[in-house]
C-alpha cells in the first residue's frame, strides 16, 4: 500500500519513510528541510479524528499535551522534542530521531537480554524517569516498544508525552 503522507512537508519535514504505528499516532523518519537533520514526525492518525468515543478536540488536547508534557523534559535518556503544529489539518510533533531498535523489536530478535544488558537499561530508564518525575510527569506507558537503544547502546524513553501531572 502507497502512504501518501511520503514524499510530503509537513512542518517543514520533508516524509520520507514510516517507522511505526501507535495508538494515537504513525511515526515517521523525515528530513527537517531548513536545519538539514534527519528526524522523527509523529502525525495524529486521522482514522482516529472521526471516533465516536472521543471528540477531535479532545484528541488534538491530547496530543497537544503529549507534545507540551515531553518538551519539558531534557535529558539525555528521554526523547528530545521540537516542535508541534497543525498543517492542513494535519496534527504533528518533530521530535529527534533515534538510530537503532525498540526492545520490544531486539527482544524479538535476540531473545532474552542477558542480566549485564538488564541492569544497564533499567538504570537509564530510571534516569529519564527520576528527571520526569521531578517534573510532577508521570510517563504511565512504560514498555519495551517505548524504550530505545540507539546503536551506540545509549539508551532513549519515548512517548513521554502519555504522561500524567
Do not use: W
Not at 131 to 140: D, F, N, P, Q, S
Amino acid at each position: 500500500m502507497n502512504d501518501p503522507r511520503i514524499g510530503k512537508t509537513i512542518g517543514g519535514c520533508r516524509i520520507e519513510s514510516l517507522i511505526g504505528k501507535g495508538g494515537m499516532g504513525a511515526v515517521y523518519l523525515a528530513h527537517q528541510l531548513h536545519l538539514d537533520r534527519k528526524v522523527a514526525v509523529k502525525l495524529l492518525l486521522s482514522s482516529l479524528l472521526g471516533n465516536e468515543k472521543e471528540t477531535k478536540d479532545a484528541l488534538v488536547k491530547r496530543f497537544r499535551q503529549e507534545a507540551f508534557f515531553a518538551a519539558k523534559l531534557q535529558h539525555p535518556n528521554a526523547v528530545q522534542i521540537y516542535d508541534f503544529g497543525e498543517q492542513e489539518d494535519t496534527y504533528y510533533i518533530v521530535m529527534q530521531y533515534i538510530d537503532g531498535k525498540n526492545l520490544e523489536e531486539l527482544l524479538k530478535e535476540r531473545g532474552a537480554l542477558s542480566i549485564e544488558d538488564c541492569l544497564y537499561i533499567v538504570k537509564e530508564v530510571a534516569r529519564a524517569l527520576k528527571a520526569a518525575h521531578e517534573l510532577g510527569i508521570v510517563h504511565r506507558d512504560i514498555k519495551p516498544a517505548n524504550i530505545m537503544m540507539r546503536r551506540d547502546r545509549s539508551i532513549v524513553v519515548t512517548e513521554i508525552g502519555r504522561a500524567h501531572v
